[in-house]
């Protein structure tokens, strides 16, 4: 804490996961004597760079980059680009300490990392978003490779700026590799991979479900916050395993439809031309539009599926879901529930499936896009996407199985920091001080 003051969102990801480790640390005194909680915390590298670029009007804009090259004990680091302008190397930090865990629980061999930048996609030209890109990569580029660190998507990064981004590293490297996930269908690209995260998410919710409850998705009413990738691939699973989707939101407000959300409009809004959410209340009878996000979790449902961004819920809207009968919350967006939220969750006995597990599809099946990269093979969308439901059900008993094993018997949260630390903790060990 002393060293990290001013970065909150690092510290709330660490002291989430350090709180559960404590049976695991007392049953493996190898742990304390590599001194792997010390070594745990610290980033191998942090890379902090300036991005400069020229806008529509050829005026010279500056940006900050980052890449956070957290933890290779298991594999290459691996993990998204943020764009979006409350990128801090907090931010970047804590999501690159859970994706260390996240990773080691898709049973992949794949590290942690993670990156992004302040600067704000909204409002740019196509053309603005293309020079940030290659600039953005001029830097990168030197950091990363296909078998050190493969970066991904996250937030305002998709499919056209890994398209720039991977345009630019072939150009200066004058190579083509896997050295990006997340990748068009037609240069490298693997079937599922958009889909992966929300998807996986509800294979996940379903899995934990049936297993703890004997219960599914079947007839229930689901809240999901988000219009984004995750969000959009959420509800169409939700949707598909019998739930009914009530809402969709943006950072400005969100949709609550009594009739379950119509998917197809979203799409067009969303991922046609870039619009907001609020113009589905005009396309859509009987649906309305609220201004402000956090108002979404006021809306009753069973199943709360958060897929925005990070301490979206806090203590208050939690007890809200809570009061109005929510029974599941399992986290599409990394971190989206504050330590409060947390607390209200277990002392009601939600079952809360944290993002590092429940989210974890996304990463699986870009480590299953390196794969197919390797072998310079594509596998079918069927096949992907029956390797990822494999996948999080696996995540789902592992975490079951590590909670039992250390005095927690059904937490999905200790469970998970559980089974993804020990891998990565025994792997540090046999690998000596580095
Ligand atoms: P997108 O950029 O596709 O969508 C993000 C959505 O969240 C948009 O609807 C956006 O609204 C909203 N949002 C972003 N910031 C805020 C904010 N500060 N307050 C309220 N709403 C906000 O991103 P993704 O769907 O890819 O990512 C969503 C979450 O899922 C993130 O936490 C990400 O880290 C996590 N995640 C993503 C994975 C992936 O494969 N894409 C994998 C694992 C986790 P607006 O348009 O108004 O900004």
Request: charged share 25%; with cysteine; proline share 4%.
């Amino acid at each position: 804490e002393k060293r990290d003051g001013d970065q909150p969102e690092f510290l709330q990801a660490v002291r989430e996961v350090f709180e559960t480790l404590g049976p695991v640390v007392e049953a493996n005194p190898q742990y304390e004597a590599n001194g792997i909680l010390e070594r745990f915390i610290e980033p191998e590298r942090v890379v902090k760079f300036r991005v400069c670029w020229v806008d529509d009007e050829g005026k010279t804009q500056v940006n900050r980059g980052y890449r956070i090259q957290f933890n290779s004990a298991i594999g290459p680091y691996k993990g998204g680009l943020r764009f979006h302008p409350t990128v801090t190397e907090s931010v970047v930090k804590f999501l690159g300490f859970e994706q260390i865990l996240k990773n080691s629980l898709t049973t992949l061999p794949m590290g942690g990392g993670k990156g992004g930048s302040d600067f704000d996609p909204k409002g740019k030209s196509d053309a603005e978003v293309m020079r940030f890109c290659q600039a953005f990569m001029t830097e990168l580029q030197r950091h990363i490779g296909q078998f050190t660190d493969v970066p991904a998507g996250d937030i305002n990064v998709g499919a056209r700026e890994i398209g720039y981004l991977f345009g630019q590293y072939k150009r200066i490297r004058d190579e083509f590799t896997g050295v990006l996930t997340g990748k068009g269908l037609e240069w490298g690209g693997s079937l599922a991979r958009t889909e992966a995260t929300g998807y996986g998410l509800c294979y996940y919710t379903a899995e934990a479900m049936d297993k703890l409850r004997g219960d599914s998705f079947e007839g229930k009413t689901v809240v999901i916050s988000g219009s984004g990738n995750v969000a959009i691939f959420a509800t169409e699973k939700a949707q598909s395993l019998g739930a009914k989707v009530v809402t969709a939101s943006d950072s400005n407000g969100y949709i609550y439809d009594p009739n379950g959300i119509q998917l197809d409009v979203v799409k067009d809004i969303k991922l046609g031309h870039r619009g907001r959410i609020k113009e589905y209340a005009d396309r859509v009878p009987g649906s309305e539009y609220h201004e402000g996000c956090a108002g979404v979790w006021s809306v009753p449902c069973d199943i709360a599926l958060p897929c925005a961004t990070q301490n979206e819920i806090d203590g208050a809207s939690a007890q809200t879901l809570v009061d109005n009968g929510c029974t599941v919350v399992c986290e599409g967006a990394n971190m989206p529930s504050t330590p409060e939220a947390i607390a209200v969750y277990q002392k009601a006995g939600v079952l809360y499936g944290p993002a590092k597990a429940a989210n974890a599809g996304g990463v699986a099946v870009s480590g299953l896009e390196m794969s197919q990269n390797s072998y310079r093979l594509s596998w079918s969308f069927e096949e992907t996407d029956a390797k990822l439901k494999a996948i999080m059900e696996d995540i789902v008993a592992s975490s079951l199985a590590a909670a039992e094993k250390y005095g927690t018997p059904g937490d999905l949260m200790a469970g998970a920091n559980i089974a993804g630390f020990v891998k990565v903790a025994d792997s540090m060990v046999a690998q000596g001080a580095y």
